[in-house]
């Protein structure tokens, strides 16, 4: 049973990290920064510091893996943070791999939260025996232009702000992930958004609960055959949770990344699937062919598979506590977090 961190209160003091693109520290960016930390100040009471290596820059944040897990490694270790917060993923968080010490982690149990290349800190931290949380970077939601979104800033005080069970995850009522350059001539352009529908019932029926594990799919490729890609019985009863990124790769890559879970003996060890909305909603309907495919092939026509669920690599989004218990309603095309994520 993964650890809970403690909950964040107003006044608590949080670190903001860069593990993987260092775009946080570059001049031109700098602005987007400051602008998200100025909305974790506002709405959530919170006192932000970053820490020592985080803002140096995209150069050198590539260059210095060992640097940024450090920053890591300090924030655990540092009793007056309360909680750890991703400013962006990027693409190599994995070279941190040989610098973290698991006992810091461990020993130091607290709120980390990001998404995308982040899945592969969440992944240490599950190695460590704590649970973390798949949502919202810095750069992105926290910075949005103009406001954060309501839906993300509600998912947010329900799901690290309080002890109470989390409950039902309502679809949001919109959506987007139009690209807008990050520059400062556009901070007050606000982003189409479109419609959104429904959690759509891929395939199953009736009424499942597991706990949370997965990412995203690209990431959880760099994981596996190292020392934090999750034992066999992790997945046992769970519910996995999977999406794309921006780079929107080919649905015949979501079929091979998906026959090795099945190859693992993953898929046949599950209670079920959720997955997030497609960037652009990009190859909407590829991927769910894909999915049934491989679930064929497998022999999991039975499996509970949910989509077009709002986390991700598009916005709003809510937050999957990994470890955390929860419940997928078929027949109701209901998703619900059936339990509290923090103490």
Not at 35 to 64: A, C, H, W
Not at 123 to 134: D, E, N, R, T, V
Request: charged letters at 25%; one cysteine or more.
């Amino acid at each position: 049973m993964l650890i809970k961190p403690q909950k964040l209160q107003k006044g608590d003091k949080i670190a903001t990290v860069s593990l993987s693109w260092g775009g946080a520290g570059d001049k031109g960016l700098r602005w987007r920064y400051d602008q998200g930390i100025q909305r974790l100040k506002d709405i959530f009471g919170l006192e932000v510091i970053p820490m020592p290596n985080s803002l140096k820059g995209t150069e050198y944040i590539y260059e210095n893996p060992e640097a940024r897990a450090e920053d890591l490694m300090a924030a655990f270790q540092d009793k007056s943070i309360k909680a750890i917060f991703s400013n962006i993923g990027g693409d190599d968080s994995i070279r941190l791999l040989p610098y973290i010490d698991f006992d810091v982690i461990r020993n130091n149990p607290k709120i980390f939260i990001g998404y995308s290349d982040t899945t592969i800190n969440h992944l240490m931290c599950h190695k460590a025996g704590i649970s973390s949380f798949y949502g919202p970077a810095i750069l992105t939601d926290f910075a949005e232009n103009i406001s954060m979104h309501p839906y993300t800033i509600e998912m947010v005080k329900r799901t690290l702000f309080s002890s109470q069970p989390i409950g039902e995850i309502l679809p949001a009522s919109e959506w987007t992930s139009e690209f807008l350059p990050w520059e400062e001539a556009n901070k007050d352009t606000k982003r189409k958004m479109n419609p959104n529908s429904s959690y759509e019932v891929v395939q199953g029926k009736g009424v499942v609960q597991g706990p949370l594990i997965g990412g995203c799919m690209e990431v959880l490729e760099f994981a596996k055959g190292t020392v934090i890609w999750p034992d066999l019985d992790t997945f046992d009863n769970s519910i996995l949770f999977l999406e794309t990124s921006e780079e929107k790769p080919h649905p015949n890559l979501l079929r091979y990344w998906l026959r090795n879970y099945g190859a693992q003996g993953i898929l046949e060890r599950l209670n079920g699937i959720v997955f997030g909305k497609p960037m652009d909603e990009e190859y909407y309907v590829e991927y769910k062919e894909a999915i049934l495919t491989v679930l064929k092939e497998f022999d999991r026509e039975d499996l509970p598979v949910v989509y077009n669920l709002n986390f991700g690599h598009t916005e709003p989004k809510f937050i999957l506590p990994y470890g955390r218990l929860a419940e997928i309603d078929c027949d109701q095309a209901r998703f619900s977090i059936v339990e509290n994520a923090v103490e």
